[in-house]
């Protein structure tokens, strides 16, 4: 699996225009798919930190792609999104163990001697990465761990949304994470793939064979 391949081709996927229903992964599902970047090389030490962020943030591939070394306060633990949906700005959290990964890559970023100007996640030679090159990496990696579900970059959002819904976090605490307008949005969109409130009832339900 090459790690550089259409990095910045920009041509659009195969399933563009295609809608596939949401899959959340388990925390073992996606520690077997980071654990598939096993490679210290810097290509893979940046995807690695790539799916680490879109992970432990629920960003959007763009949101992601479009962010600068500056925009990471590593000392705060938040993330600057300067270009969200609609170009709105907002100011997410970020959890230290994440940070670790994220701190892992910017050290070894900052000895390929880049262009100032060159986004976090970038090439080698410091082109922005596309979101193909994203979308085409995550089912190879998840083969790789055999993980059999359909991983997407949009699908690291649905389950970082799906923790926090299931950790108790408020939903209007959720719906600024995702960088929703609405609060209803928010709750729609966790209702699609979380029925927290249908899960927990009726597997409370008691039955035997």
Known sequence: MSGSQGESNGRPPANKGLKY?????????????????????????????????????GL?????????????????GAVSVLHGKGDRRRTVG????????????????????LDRNAPLFCSLTGGRLAGSYVRTILPQLAEAAGVAKRVHPHG???????ELL??????????RQLGHVSLQTTDTYLSHFAPIDVIERISQREWTV
């Open 94 to 113: 970020i959890d230290a163990g994440a940070l670790e990964v994220v701190e892992g890559w910017t050290e070894r970023r900052a000895k390929l001697e």
């Open 166 to 175: 299931q950790e108790g976090v408020p939903l209007p605490i959720i719906q």
């Open 60 to 76: 959007r591939c763009s949101e992601a792609l479009h962010l600068d070394p500056k925009d990471i306060d590593f000392e705060l």
């Open 21 to 57: 229903p949401a899959e959340v992964l388990n925390p073992g599902e996606v520690r077997a798919l980071i654990g598939a970047c096993s490679s210290d090389s810097p290509t893979w030490l940046r995807n690695r930190a790539l799916i680490v962020l879109l992970y432990r943030t």
């Open 156 to 162: 690291l959002r649905h389950t970082h949304a799906f």
